[in-house]
């Protein structure tokens, strides 16, 4: 039996809200609905192209979303008065 994740369970990663692209340079370009929010180089961004290449559909947006960390952890708030 397959336990389901938390995330998984909530069908977070439904619709594709992560997206990624790889430039000849071997820069990787994570965007969440169109906004670039990760830039990986070096090691990190061919470590993750491997990954990413092999997975599809709920896998790779969760994978995404684990690349980004937590990227919606600060400038979404309001200022507070």
């Known amino acids: 039996m397959v336990w389901a994740t938390p995330v998984a369970r909530r ?3 439904a619709d594709e809200n992560f997206s990624y692209r790889a430039s ?13 929010v990760t830039v990986l180089r070096g090691r ?9 290449e092999r997975l599809e559909d ?7 979303a684990k690349l980004t960390g937590s990227f919606k952890r600060g400038k979404e708030r309001g ?3």
Not at 45 to 52: E, P, Q
Not at 58 to 64: F, G, T, W
């Open 24 to 36: 000849k340079d071997g820069a990787v370009f994570i965007s969440h609905h169109g906004k670039q």
């Open 44 to 52: 990190a961004a061919a470590s993750a192209l491997r990954r990413l």
């Open 58 to 64: 709920h896998a790779l947006q969760l994978e995404l």
């Open 79 to 81: 200022s507070r008065r």
């Open 11 to 13: 069908n977070t990663f």
